[in-house]
DNA sequence: CGCCTGTTTGATATTCCTCAAACGTTGTGG
DNA sequence: CCACAACGTTTGAGGAATATCAAACAGGCG
């Protein structure tokens, strides 16, 4: 589909202008002068919805577009010659998708949807006149690469260093606390977590089997409730125990 | 030690003007245009040596300065209480140290010297000068963030879904790669490598012991040579095989 | 020499993986 | 309505990978 096209078929569904995106309301964004929100709406080329299972980038792809997740869950992957997957990161509402995409060309990693998605459509080219003409903002995108680089090394020192409850453990905590950052979580405590233990097995590293067994193990702490497709957080000091200790907390963030 | 005892301290060190940086007639990094260069020559406000074994950042510290790397190898890593350590990566000539702390205002991880070092140092104030002046260097540092998230991505890949023998070889072979794109790779495969196999043991995940019977098996292989500090490759197709696949290669790329 | 640091080796305990099968839920076609 | 396929979860058993503990070994340096 050439640029063309994807303009004019998002532009019918451009129903989500950046002055009243939903998003900005929620207190861990940072404020945006009415000059970056006017730059923004006229950088955005529109807005593209996607089913759950769809591929939003593929491993090794050029890219032309880049995104930022207006509802829904996403997933970040790298996928090994012989079929193992390890899971980077994940994305959720507000989060930037294709930064790499829009410094090398091309994608080294894949992106897949958990959940239904909304996203917001950028033109890659366009990124240049961000950085020409709104230094704040071009800070802000090397702020959330910046972001997400903290965010995977937190997974990295999980996957090399800490048994299996407590990677399990600082993973729920850690999608909780961004779930509920970007209000997704009721204020029973629950959210709709769109993964699998399959998924869970392929970011903290483990067999499904062993997964399996240790998330058993770790239910019987009564910290959580997860059944299916909704979590439950029941006792958030136990759970950073089990944890080890709580993710990285950055503050009012920005977002584009 | 205040600011102005630091510039005035570096000064009289400030042996290497950006115009005559000898790392950027490396083939490796981009050309920069005359009014970029005296722009990060005045950008840069000192030089500053390093032991190896010194710490350029402590984890969770509040981060004055921004550095790049001009000579020496470094490592980034987290601790976790009880004493585990991580590491997340490594700093070679070239690379910029810090970018975590010019965005949130602190570090999230420590840094160490491995060997002795010599940085240029930045005011993290003035990386805002930098994104209103230069939008092509506030590109670059924007770059540089999305690279080591690459990097950390494949490291992440490695200790969560490779075997014991083929971390190490990814490990050694993207750290060599590094090396040689930096000029420090000797005609004959030679390169100094300033870690010991608590540090490898410390980046893949396992525990020392382990790492050490593994590199044994790997040695025999005779794709490399290791010998206490000297590490020498033989084989890099053998020893690409054996990493499964060569590390993420992103062509010329910029330096602050 | 004696001390320090880093490497190597062996023995044993624990964690984790693989294979195989059963179980529960959901959706679909007859 | 039932049959049954598809998918995800759960369980058990045996084997492989990895950790821990302990000790010996090697080189550099006072």
Chains 1, 2 share one sequence.
């Not at 709406?41 to 919805?49: A, V």
């Not at 999608?175 to 993964?195: E, K």
């Amino acid at each position: 589909m050439g640029d063309r096209e994807l303009r004019s078929k998002v532009a019918a569904r451009f129903e989500t202008p950046c002055t009243r995106c939903p998003l900005r309301l929620l207190p861990t964004f940072r404020s945006f002068t009415a000059d970056e929100l006017e730059f923004i709406e006229h950088f955005k080329i529109g807005e593209q919805q996607m089913p759950a299972g769809g591929t939003v980038f593929d491993e090794g792809q050029p890219a032309k577009h880049l995104y930022t997740l207006l509802s829904g869950w996403a997933m970040k992957h790298k996928t090994l010659a012989d079929g193992r997957r390890q899971i980077i990161n994940y994305a959720l509402p507000g989060d930037l998708v294709g930064i790499q995409g829009a410094m090398f060309g091309k994608m080294q990693h894949g992106v897949e949807a958990l959940s239904d998605l909304k996203l917001c459509v950028f033109d890659r080219e366009r990124i240049w006149t961000l950085y020409n003409k709104h230094p704040g903002l071009a800070f802000d995108v090397t702020w959330l690469a910046a972001r997400e680089k903290s965010i995977i090394s937190d997974f990295l020192v999980s996957v090399g260093q800490r048994s299996a409850s407590e990677r399990i453990a600082f993973l729920l905590l850690s999608l909780f606390v961004r779930a509920r950052n970007v209000g997704l979580v009721a204020s029973n405590g629950a959210v709709q977590l769109p993964i699998n233990q399959e998924h869970l097995a392929d970011t903290i590293g483990f067999s499904l089997v062993h997964t399996n067994k240790s998330l058993a193990r770790l239910r019987r702490s009564g910290a959580f409730e997860w059944n299916g497709s909704q979590f439950r957080l029941l006792d958030e000091p136990a759970l950073v125990k089990l944890a080890g200790e709580a993710p990285e907390a950055t503050g009012p963030r920005p977002f584009i």
